[in-house]
T-cell receptor, first 118, second 114 residues
Framework: GAVVSQHPSWVICKSGTSVKIECRSLDFQATTMFWYRQFPKQSLMLMATSNEGSKATYEQGVEKDKFLINHASLTLSTLTVTSAHPEDSSFYIC??????????????FGSGTRLTVV | AQTVTQSQPEMSVQEAETVTLSCTYDTSENNYYLFWYKQPPSRQMILVIRQEAYKQQNATENRFSVNFQKAAKSFSLKISDSQLGDTAMYFCAFAVGANSKLTFGKGITLSVRP
């Protein structure tokens, strides 16, 4: 089945530094990538949607200059948290989808990245 | 805008028994898709079951089945013969059209007691 590899699985960084999270679709073309943020015991909150080769569309309230999303190829999307602060500590999850799949099918999730900013 | 409501934050069930998780949604769309996802302690999102709104027949996957009431905008998940491995957080989700984002409910924490 479809697999999305997300790295790193966890990262600790110092306040003020930047962190990059990668999501790779291993056996399919990820024409669309969704990036979510999840706090403990809470739901997944969509941060942004990106289509390969296009600029990401950010949800209301998400700072696009802080959460940089790149989706330059059909198999790789990255989320960079710039100038990270402790309040950015969270669990980040990507979900990839191939547009050729029938509607309602084919949402494949990465395993998530736990970010801790100290 | 679409909304998904899961009003029960937690539930507990005895192993081998049946439990039903509730979900309601709101949309003005006629063609959409509904999902139940499981998130175990590993936090990997796992698709449990999906339902197309245009299909009247309720979806079934082994021990998991749904009760889809389109007019009432209700989409509940029934887990039969509950197993310890079913302990997880369960999210109801909704998508409209092709390439649409998934909108998630708040989730419910299910504990299966031995």
């Amino acid at each position: 089945g479809a697999v999305v590899s997300q790295h790193p699985s966890w990262v600790i960084c110092k306040s003020g530094t930047s962190v990059k999270i990668e999501c790779r679709s291993l056996d399919f073309q990820a024409t669309t990538m969704f990036w979510y943020r999840q706090f403990p015991k809470q739901s997944l909150m969509l941060m942004a949607t990106s289509n390969e080769g296009s600029k990401a569309t950010y949800e209301q309230g998400v700072e696009k200059d802080k959460f940089l999303i790149n989706h330059a190829s059909l198999t790789l999307s990255t989320l960079t948290v710039t100038s990270a602060h402790p309040e950015d500590s969270s669990f980040y999850i990507c979900s990839a989808r191939n547009a050729v799949m029938s509607p309602g099918y084919g949402y494949t999730f990465g395993s998530g990245t736990r970010l801790t900013v100290v | 805008a679409q909304t998904v409501t899961q009003s029960q934050p937690e539930m507990s069930v005895q192993e081998a028994e049946t439990v039903t998780l509730s979900c309601t949604y709101d949309t003005s769309e006629n063609n959409y898709y509904l999902f139940w996802y499981k998130q175990p302690p590993s936090r990997q999102m796992i698709l449990v079951i999906r339902q197309e709104a245009y299909k009247q027949q309720n979806a079934t996957e082994n021990r998991f089945s749904v009760n889809f009431q389109k007019a009432a905008k209700s989409f509940s998940l029934k887990i039969s013969d509950s197993q310890l491995g079913d302990t997880a957080m369960y999210f109801c989700a909704f998508a409209v059209g092709a390439n649409s984002k998934l909108t998630f409910g708040k989730g419910i924490t299910l504990s299966v007691r031995p």
